[in-house]
């Protein structure tokens, strides 16, 4: 570099780091904070669509991302709810699910039978029971991967009877609550 060069650098050098900071700055924003903002823009688009505003006073609120996801993935369209009631897929695949969490934690299923399908103005309420042979820690465990699991259970009855070999007869009687929501199907 000639000396011209190097003077001419030097006098604009708070420029040129000026100009730096901000590319970085703009590399940052475009890689990084975009590509979020346009989700969390789509995910209030479909909290829109599921009527999520469940407070009058806050309808101008947006819900958080993960809020709008728990409710996206446990509500089924009001269009289609009486027709899944009817069906008892819902029913079978509620048992299917507590069943694999069953055995997923090393629980013998001695019997399992879907239950009825109930409807109010907003839900849809799915049952099933099931009969379990565990031991109490196997149990604990089914119930905290359900909890785990972000769906919306309720259990309605259990009982629990402790056996001779240190193992327990677990009955529970479980209901998956699914909202209704409006808008396209």
């Known amino acids: 570099m000639t000396p011209e060069t190097n003077a001419t650098l ?22 990084a904070f975009a590509p979020l903002a346009a989700r969390y ?9 599921i009527g999520a505003s469940l407070d009058p006073r806050l309808a101008e609120a947006p819900l958080p991302p993960r809020v709008t996801d728990l409710l996206r993935r446990n509500s089924v369209a009001a269009a289609d709810a009486d027709r899944l009631a009817r069906s008892g ?14 055995v997923e934690c090393g629980i013998e299923v001695a019997a399992s039978e879907p239950g009825l399908a109930s409807q109010t103005p907003s839900t849809l309420e799915v049952r099933a029971h099931l ?6 820690a196997q149990f604990v465990e089914l119930l905290d991967d359900l909890a785990k699991e ?20 677990a009955e529970i009687w479980m209901a998956r609550i699914l909202l ?3 808008g396209r199907k």
């Open 41 to 49: 823009r789509a995910q209030l688009a479909d909290a829109g669509e």
């Open 131 to 136: 009969r379990l042979r565990c031991r109490y």
């Open 180 to 182: 209704k929501r409006g």
């Open 150 to 169: 972000r769906s919306f259970y309720r259990i309605e009855r259990m009982a629990i009877q402790a056996t001779n070999n240190g193992q327990i007869d």
């Open 89 to 102: 897929f819902l029913a079978t695949d509620l048992v299917r699910r507590l069943s694999d969490a069953a």
């Open 10 to 31: 030097r006098r604009y050098w708070p420029a040129l780091a000026s100009l730096l900071v901000l590319a970085l700055l703009w590399a940052v924003h475009s890689l």
